[in-house]
């Protein structure tokens, strides 16, 4: 149990620990790229990829790109640059560039973070 000198971690109020408020998010849109990128590069430099891959990645890539809004890479950037320039923090950037809320109620609802801002 946490002491009371310690606040506990509530990702909805960014209470996330210092070492994540630091750390680059990346949105599933992103994350699909990479990992498409680093399959590309495994088939270029073996015969037989699968042999190369492990369960874990492929399960990885096949849930990003299941959860993926942005295919295009141009889009993915866009879609960061356009939520960066709004003041949001890593991981509100990522949560509404994950969920595409409608409205801004609903992102509010989604990260209660943003009510600040």
């Given at each position: 149990?946490?002491?009371t000198?310690?606040?506990?971690?509530?990702?909805?109020?960014?209470?996330?620990?210092?070492?994540?408020?630091?750390?680059?998010?990346?949105?599933?849109?992103?994350?699909?790229?990479?990992?498409?990128?680093?399959?590309?590069?495994?088939?270029?430099?073996?015969?037989?990829?699968?042999?190369?891959?492990?369960q874990v990645?492929?399960?990885?890539?096949?849930?990003?790109?299941?959860?993926?809004?942005?295919?295009?890479?141009?889009?993915?950037?866009?879609?960061?640059?356009?939520?960066?320039?709004?003041?949001?923090?890593?991981?509100?950037?990522?949560?509404?560039?994950?969920?595409?809320?409608?409205?801004?109620?609903?992102?509010?609802?989604?990260?209660?973070?943003?009510?600040?801002?």
């Amino acid at each position: 149990m946490a002491s009371t000198s310690e606040e506990e971690e509530n990702a909805a109020e960014l209470k996330i620990g210092e070492e994540f408020l630091k750390a680059k998010c990346l949105m599933h849109s992103e994350v699909s790229l990479v990992l498409e990128r680093r399959l590309e590069q495994l088939r270029q430099t073996t015969d037989d990829p699968s042999s190369q891959v492990s369960q874990v990645f492929e399960r990885s890539l096949q849930y990003v790109k299941q959860f993926s809004r942005y295919k295009n890479p141009d889009a993915v950037k866009q879609v960061r640059d356009v939520l960066s320039r709004n003041g949001l923090g890593e991981f509100e950037l990522c949560v509404i560039g994950n969920l595409c809320p409608e409205t801004v109620e609903e992102a509010k609802a989604m990260v209660p973070s943003l009510k600040e801002i």
